[in-house]
């Protein structure tokens, strides 16, 4: 599906790593692998907020015979070597380790740290790039880094959670703001292989709800006359506190068989409260190549029961990756098919709609709301 204002707002260009994390540390040449997986709020001066992961990674990662990697640690960030006839490196944003686990073991071509834009109401033009107000790891779950936010404005006040990369697990992590800019972290809140944590834009009741979606290594197989596939579903859970959280019993929703051969699926935007119900786009991911080609599509939720899907669009996608807002970064293009979801806004006739453009850029989408009648 075609939109008439579609356009790639932040570039790897644009991004200053004069001002990166990295600099009072190591003293190698790196380069921005993608600025892409924007969060996005409205702040309070009616300007927009995106807050993007920046992929930094080694210009030659390859030397003295080894492959490395860039990981935090204590006494700052520092570079690890690996023989190359101990690594696989099929997937140009990681690479696997040989080793006796029976899961992968991985480690990254480079580490993601959170950068906030701030954008014209319309989201079509940068105010200000705010350096100061870089997000980077400096605890020892974020040593892999910091990972795709998604921010929700609830009751006045800005949550966001975000993936935290590490030895020691995958998780899960909230942060909060009073303006939108200074982050407090709150702290771990959703344990080892739960990703894409999406909170409710208000209360339901007197509880906080969220989607989460929950990965493993292993699946079961689902009946043969099912009509669900076996894999990553999107859940949803509730807490009182946003803090701890209880998973419903069911799943909210699961991949279907059909005529895409979908692998994964998970949660895109924040949930917000619209005159059908909570409206939700999330991602499905058709098997292809080493990564897979992603989609958006969307949903709408019960307002007082979230549990209950009142529509669902899962055949005919609502983004696709578009080659044309990319056709001048062909250089730097290491992914194809893929469109990230991952923040939405309320303008009046249409929603602003934040995404990641090949894990490369940050795209800017206005959809007109008629598209999401039922």
């Given amino acids: ?94 690479f696997s380790i040989q080793s006796d686990l029976s899961a992968p073991n991985l480690a990254l071509t480079s580490i993601s740290w959170l950068l906030p834009v701030e954008l014209t109401p319309d989201g079509l033009h940068i105010v200000n790039i705010h350096y100061d107000k870089i997000i980077a790891p400096h605890r020892t779950s974020e040593e892999y880094g910091i990972e795709d936010a998604r921010i929700s404005l609830i009751d006045g006040k800005y949550y966001m959670t975000t993936c935290t990369v590490s030895a020691e697990r995958h998780a899960t992590s909230l942060y909060s703001s009073d303006d939108g800019f200074n982050y407090f972290f709150e702290g771990i809140i959703l344990d080892h292989q739960n990703k894409d944590m999406l909170l409710f834009e208000g209360k339901v009741g007197n509880k906080y709800y969220a989607l989460t979606r929950p990965l493993g290594s292993l699946y079961f197989q689902t009946a043969k006359d099912s009509e669900y596939l076996p894999g990553p579903t999107i859940n949803l859970a509730s807490s009182p506190d946003l803090l701890h959280w209880k998973p419903t019993d069911d799943p909210l929703i699961r991949p279907k068989k059909g005529s895409l051969n979908i692998d994964r699926i998970g949660g895109g935007t924040q949930p917000i409260l619209t005159d059908q119900g909570w409206l939700i786009l999330y991602h499905a991911v058709e098997v292809s190549g080493n990564v897979g080609i992603y989609r958006t599509y969307w949903a709408i939720l019960e307002k007082d029961d979230p549990s209950k899907i009142i529509w669902i669009e899962e055949k005919s996608p609502l983004l696709e990756a578009n080659p044309l807002l990319t056709n001048d970064l062909t250089e730097s293009i290491y992914l194809n098919d893929v469109v990230f979801t991952t923040g939405v806004v309320d303008a009046g006739d249409y929603y602003i709609v934040a995404s990641g453009e090949l894990d490369l850029a940050c795209r800017i989408t206005h959809i007109p709301k008629e598209k999401f009648n039922f």
Avoid: C
């Fill in 1 to 94: 599906m075609k939109f008439e204002t579609d356009i790639l707002i932040l570039r790897p260009g644009d991004v200053d790593l004069s001002f990166s994390p990295l600099r009072k540390d190591i003293d190698v040449e790196t380069f921005v692998l993608g600025a892409f997986n924007p969060g996005l709020t409205k702040l309070p001066n009616g300007n927009l907020l995106i807050m993007v992961r920046v992929a930094e990674a080694l210009k030659e990662p390859m030397f003295d015979g080894m492959i490395h990697s860039i990981r935090w640690g204590e006494d700052g960030y520092k570079l690890d070597g690996y023989s190359l006839n101990e690594v696989d490196m099929e997937d140009p944003r990681k």
